[in-house]
């Protein structure tokens, strides 16, 4: 079984809709992302958390919502989705120990927003 | 400019081929640094960690140049299998576990 999971793994929604993205993991790692990836601009970091109460915008945050639910537990919210949203998103998750930085990825969402 | 950036390829090499890559960083502050690998529409998974002194795995070998703010890597006696693309990627002081990507170089492998 994958370590990191995400549901739905492909979604086409409308524009203004809301639409929740969801990541498990069972690594029992502290520390929890989203980013997205488009052609050409790699992936960039929307929200990190480092613990269950802790939340963290990045570099592309607006337009977005995150929930920590629990250790395993990540959610990204599009509340009011736009169609410059379609992208591919990724969870990822790494630990607090000494080897920092190294994060494990989820399989990916792709989301079309028409 | 980029804060990480890299030739986006595509290189095509023959099976058996000696590749490299380059990528330079703007941030000379930065901490950290690391290859993932990305299979098309799959996610990205750690290929391997760069050190000052440089690191091989394998038929993998990392370099680190922090003069010239550049890390590469190189991939001698190329597989099929590794064709994909290799996203460099480097983490600053004070965003401890907060990575910036470079947006890939792609590496296609043929017979």
């Known amino acids: 079984d994958a370590d990191v999971t995400q549901t739905p793994r492909n979604r086409i929604t409308k524009t203004g809709k809301r639409i929740m993205l969801e990541c498990s993991q069972t690594k029992g790692h502290d520390r929890m992302y989203w980013y997205r990836q488009d052609p050409g601009l790699g992936l960039r970091l929307i929200y990190y958390?480092?613990?269950?109460?802790?939340?963290n915008k990045g570099e592309i945050s607006d337009g977005y919502s995150v929930s920590r639910q629990a250790q395993a537990k990540f959610s990204l919210s599009l509340e009011s989705a736009i169609p410059n949203q379609t992208a591919l998103y990724f969870c990822?998750?790494?630990?607090?120990?000494?080897?920092?930085?190294?994060?494990?990825f989820g399989p990916g969402t792709r989301l079309t927003v028409t | 400019r980029k804060e990480v950036e890299q030739d986006p390829g595509p290189f095509n090499v023959p099976e058996g081929a000696t590749v490299a890559f380059n990528c330079t960083y703007s941030n000379s502050a930065s901490q950290s640094f690391f290859w993932y690998r990305q299979d098309c529409r799959k996610e990205p998974k750690l290929l391997m960690s760069v050190y000052s002194s440089g690191n091989e795995d394998g038929r993998f070998t990392a370099q680190l140049n922090r003069a010239s703010q550049y890390i590469s890597l190189l991939i001698r006696d190329s597989k099929l299998s590794d064709s994909a693309t290799y996203l460099c990627v480097v983490s600053y002081t004070g965003t401890a576990s907060k990575l910036t990507f470079g947006t890939g170089t792609r590496l296609q492998v043929t017979l």
């Open positions: 958390s480092f613990d269950v109460k802790d939340i």
């Open positions: 990822a998750t790494s630990d607090n120990s000494g080897r920092l930085n190294e994060q494990y």
